[in-house]
């Protein structure tokens, strides 16, 4: 199959009958005019300001896609026949992401507040390039006309988000790329990265080799594929990391605790209640949810996680580590002699109470290194950390959003009923992706503006070789990153479907693997 990252180069088609402009997601305001700019050998793209790097990757992008050589070079006076890429310091309206667009019969002229926006640009260019025969490299005889056009764009929310399961089933850093290229295709720009699970540990950590030496691997007896087991060590992620910035993609860390963490007892067993090694198995082949569970009474306990964390910082420079705090059963917790004795010194209610404090205590190192901790909705049981982030996704809760927002913490969400890409697409249609509204209905405006945004989320227990996974991520993914970046006064699903049997298209020459209804 070939990669993904050809998106960047295979461009999708457009025909000037269509009364719209092939776009996902769709800019937020946009003005057709009649007419076009032709792409040419000579075309230069000019920038100004400290756009060098951004204006090379225009420069790299289009070549690909025409096979013509162009000039990159310094703002002149002379803009005829140009992509004008510039900074504008009146544009703060636009944020830190937004950007205009202005194609007339002898300019692009790309404007934007920040670099990001610059880069976002790039991929609507991108989409209005024409290309019906889909070829990657010179098209003899080829007009390249981009149809002039007004663009004013931003994006409705600060995260748009996918979370991909590493522990259940490792995919190693080719897939990872594939992925990070067609996120930012469409403009998608935090990659979750569930790396700690029952399933599996999946990335070095120097303090303690046995994480990736004994807790990488499912125990013999299962059987597994060796390419299903795995880690990223450090050079790999700092190379994900550097690949992913170039592309407007924040990689966020998952470490989880204190549940959802059998596999570490696998190796540390004496960081649990019992002091029980576990055998690692695939999700499958055993519960669901274990009962075991970190000590919150041991305080090596803390010494471990907060090692970990620190590499983990090191290594990640986004400001949020997510670490988990789902499905953590209190059975163990309750029958420890040294967890009950915790409680009692803190003057705790219940075991709910002993995971809000351990919760605060790996929040307190977290901030302290500058860094927001983000949780699953759990972390709201026993009282909720001031600073957290909550991601939630219990989508039968409907008490838990509102709690949230009023406590003053910030909320991504990701609910089951419309996010989790693990379910069927006949459970969880292409449609009903696209008819979510992450705000609900009865928050007001101060409310709203504590939900961050929308995220994906696939758990890799099912679907665990790639032409699975990317059935099931397209082409909803496409649906959600509408959802995280047009207004939803402007979305439009019949816009929507045409637009989107043409990426289809795109993606059967590239030969993506996607879902389609029988």
């Known amino acids: 199959m070939k990669k993904l990252r050809l998106l960047l180069i295979i461009i999708l088609p457009y025909t000037i009958q269509c009364q719209d402009l092939n776009i996902i997601p769709y800019p937020n305001k946009v003005e057709k005019d009649k007419g076009f700019f032709e792409l040419k050998p000579n075309t230069s793209i000019i920038y100004e300001n400290d756009l060098f790097e951004q204006a090379k990757q225009y420069e790299e992008s289009l070549e690909r896609a025409t096979g013509f050589s162009f000039a990159t070079r310094k703002a002149t006076k002379n803009k005829t026949n140009s992509i004008v890429l510039r900074l504008n310091r009146k544009l703060p309206h636009l944020g830190e992401e937004g950007y205009t667009m202005k194609v007339t019969k002898s300019l692009v002229l790309i404007e934007a507040y920040n670099s990001n926006g610059i880069f976002w640009a790039l991929q609507t260019f991108l989409q209005l390039l024409p290309n019906d025969i889909l070829r990657e490299a010179k098209v ?60 599996g540990w999946r990335v070095e950590i120097e303090n303690y080799p046995k994480l990736t030496d004994v807790a990488s691997k499912f125990d013999t007896i299962y059987n597994e594929p060796k390419e299903r087991e795995g880690y990223f060590k450090k050079s790999d992620i700092r190379e994900l990391v550097a690949y992913a910035q170039a592309r407007n993609i924040d990689l966020i860390p998952e470490i989880e605790m204190p549940g959802h963490s059998s596999e570490v007892f696998s190796a540390y067993p004496e960081l649990t209640c019992k002091g029980e090694a576990m055998k690692i198995h695939p999700f499958t082949d055993g519960p669901n949810i274990h009962n075991e569970i970190f000590c919150a009474g041991n305080d090596e306990t803390f010494v471990f996680l907060k090692n970990i964390l620190s590499e983990i910082i090191e290594l990640f420079p986004s400001k949020y580590v997510h670490i988990g705090g789902d499905e953590a059963p209190k059975k163990h917790w309750k029958e420890c002699d040294k967890c009950q004795r915790r409680i009692r010194e803190l ?133 959600l990153a509408e959802v995280g970046w047009s207004d939803e006064q402007n979305k439009d699903w019949d816009r929507f479907t045409r637009s989107l049997n043409r990426h289809l298209k795109a993606f059967d020459v590239l030969g993506i693997y996607y879902y389609q209804k029988e």
């Open 347 to 479: 003057n705790l209610k219940n075991e709910h109470g002993l995971q809000s404090w351990f919760i605060s205590q790996i929040e307190d190192y977290l901030s302290s290194n500058g860094k927001i901790l983000i949780g699953w909705d759990e972390i709201v049981e026993g009282g909720l950390s001031p600073n957290a982030t909550v991601m939630y996704w219990r989508a039968w809760e409907n008490e838990v959003p509102e709690f949230v927002v009023n406590q003053g913490n910030n909320l991504i969400m990701t609910p089951t009923s419309h996010c989790y890409f693990d379910y069927g697409n006949e459970t969880i249609t292409i449609e009903k992706v696209y008819s979510y509204n992450p705000v609900p209905s009865i928050f007001n405006k101060k409310q709203s503006e504590k939900v961050l945004g929308v995220q994906a989320n696939f758990w890799s227990h099912i679907n665990r070789i790639e032409p699975e996974m990317d059935r099931q991520i397209f082409p909803r993914i496409l649906a």
């Open 140 to 199: 003899d005889s080829k007009k390249w006309n981009i149809p002039n056009c007004k663009i004013v764009d931003k994006p409705r929310f600060a995260w748009r988000g996918l979370m991909i399961d590493y522990s259940r089933t490792f995919w190693n850093i080719r897939t990872t790329k594939k992925y990070i290229d067609a996120l930012a295709f469409y403009k998608i720009n935090k990659l979750h990265m569930h790396l700690t699970d029952d399933q």
